[in-house]
Structure formats: structure tokens, C-alpha cells
């Protein structure tokens, strides 16, 4: 029997033609420290096939580790502190200490969109026309988003791979992310027993009807559960509901590229 998905790029649902075939890895590289493919003791994700240009299209992959590494940070209470420009309320100043992240390289900081302002004099940065023109940022909204559009890219390639055997047509996904995530962590028992992609990367899969999915996937300090909702279903007041104190957020599109335009939305 034929792989129905073979021939389907799973970021954009269209067809793949010759001379455009890339593999893309359902577990991203960048989440993980260990070499793939398969190792003893873990479980190994496979690759889908995409177009080259889909596959490239999702850069934002790249920053996954970042992301999670800086939410975690935020989350803390050492290192960053937010401050109002003294005689220009309007501005709000988020200061990070750079020596916290060490991890971060120059490019990092232009992706979240960090002011490196170390060979600066305060003089300069504290002179409101050096924010003219300077994108306005929320480090942790960036920060979760990236890393809630890569998690929720890998869930539904393993879904894809895994489960469903086919690239659904249109996607609604609820993702309620939590940050301070350990190990110790399990679903184990409720959603049945899974080994780890890596050391603190682990997926839990469960079908909850003909048409929903519940997928926990916990990637180092964050744990972030994802409903898969694969029919024509508003399942958002349902889910608020359920996770009453905590973000909500929808994606709604017609495929997993659409997480790079339209992206989500806060219930
Ligand atoms: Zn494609």
C-alpha cells in the first residue's frame, strides 16, 4: 500500500512535484540535543515530505530552543525589569540582563527584536528619538508564539504521520501553554505510556472523538496541551471552560503554513 501523504506537502496541503521534494523532521532539530535518527531508549519521529520552499518557509523553527530558553527566563524573576522612560511615560523599557542568556547570539536578539544597546551610552538610549522607528516588541508574546506555532507544527506532523495518515484540509487548534514545565511531568498514565523524542522533549497523543485530537507536549520549561479540532467545530468556549485559568489561544487555517500569517489568537 502507498503512503497517502507521500506526494502531500504537509505545510501548505498541496501536491509536491518533482524537483521541489524535501524531508522535514516531525520532531524539529533545533528542540533537540541528541543526533536522529533512531537512538535507544527514545522514540524517533520520522520526517514528512514538503515542498522545499514550504520546509525553508518556516524559520521561525530555528528559534524554537531560543524561545523556550527566553520564556523561561521571563517567567523568572532575575535579570530583566520593566521600566517607564522617566519623562516619557509612554515608552515602556524592557530591560534584559544579557549575561543571563549567554546562549543568545546577535541574530537571536534581531529575531525577538532586542535593542542591543551595550556599546550604547545612556546618554543616547535614554534620548526618546532613539526609539523612533524601533519596532515596538512583548518579548514573551513573541517568544510563546514561536514556540507555540513550532510545537503545534511538530504535534500535528506526528498526528499526520502517526494517526490520521493524511493531511487534513483545514486546521483549528487550541493551545493552553504553561511555562516551569520539569521531567517530573508524566501523562503517562492517563494518555498511555510514550518515550521521550530527547531528554525533555516528550509528546502525549489521545483521540478524543471522530474529530478531535489531544496532544501534551512537553519541550524542556514548557508544557503546552493542544486540542486538534480537524471538523468545522467551535470548540473555544468549551476549552475556555475547561482551562479557566489560563490562555486559551486559536489557530484557525486552511493549512500549517497559515501559523506564519495569520497565527493565533487569545480567547
Ligand atoms: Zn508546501
Known amino acids: 500500500m502507498t503512503d497517502p501523504t507521500a506526494v502531500i506537502c504537509y505545510l501548505c496541503g498541496l501536491p509536491i512535484k518533482d524537483g521541489s521534494f524535501s524531508d522535514d523532521h516531525a520532531v524539529p532539530v533545533a528542540l533537540m540535543a541528541r543526533?536522529?535518527?533512531?537512538?535507544?531508549?527514545?522514540?524517533?519521529g520520522g520526517k514528512l515530505p514538503t515542498h522545499?520552499?514550504?520546509?525553508?518557509?518556516?524559520?521561525p523553527e530555528t528559534y524554537v530552543a531560543k524561545a523556550i530558553d527566553l520564556l523561561e527566563f521571563l517567567a523568572g524573576t532575575e535579570g530583566h525589569h520593566d521600566y517607564q522612560h522617566r519623562t516619557h511615560p509612554h515608552i515602556?523599557?524592557?530591560?534584559?540582563?544579557?549575561?543571563k542568556l549567554p546562549k543568545f547570539a546577535r541574530r537571536d536578539m534581531a529575531f525577538f527584536k532586542f535593542l542591543d544597546v551595550r556599546d550604547k551610552d545612556y546618554a543616547e538610549f535614554s534620548d526618546p528619538e532613539f526609539f523612533v522607528g524601533k519596532p515596538k516588541t512583548n518579548p514573551t508574546r513573541d517568544a510563546l508564539y514561536v514556540a507555540m506555532s513550532v510545537l503545534a507544527?511538530?504535534?500535528?506532523?506526528?498526528l499526520i504521520k502517526r494517526d490520521l495518515h493524511a493531511v487534513p484540509s483545514a486546521w483549528r487548534i487550541y493551545a493552553v501553554p504553561y511555562s516551569g514545565a520539569t521531567d517530573a511531568?508524566?501523562?503517562?498514565?492517563?494518555?498511555?505510556?510514550?518515550?521521550?523524542?530527547?531528554t525533555g522533549i516528550h509528546v502525549w497523543r489521545k483521540q478524543l472523538?471522530?474529530?478531535e485530537?489531544?496532544?501534551a507536549f512537553r519541550a524542556k520549561s514548557i508544557l503546552l496541551y493542544l486540542v486538534f479540532v480537524l471538523a468545522d467545530k467551535d470548540m473555544g468556549?468549551?476549552?475556555r471552560q475547561i482551562f479557566n485559568d489560563s490562555q486559551v489561544h486559536e489557530f484557525t487555517g486552511s493549512c500549517l503554513n497559515d501559523l506564519l500569517t495569520t497565527g493565533w489568537r487569545q480567547l
Do not use: H
Not at 52 to 59: D, L, M, P, T
Not at 92 to 99: E, N, V
Not at 153 to 158: D, E, G, M, Q, T
Open 213 to 215: 485530537w489531544f496532544v
Open 237 to 239: 468556549p468549551m476549552i
Open 35 to 44: 543526533t536522529q535518527p533512531k537512538a535507544k531508549g527514545f522514540d524517533y
Open 209 to 211: 472523538g471522530d474529530t
Open 153 to 158: 507544527k511538530s504535534a500535528a506532523a506526528l
Open 92 to 99: 515602556t523599557i524592557k530591560a534584559l540582563d544579557s549575561s
Open 52 to 59: 522545499a520552499e514550504c520546509n525553508n518557509r518556516f524559520g
Open 185 to 198: 511531568i508524566s501523562f503517562d498514565e492517563p494518555l498511555g505510556l510514550t518515550k521521550s523524542f530527547d
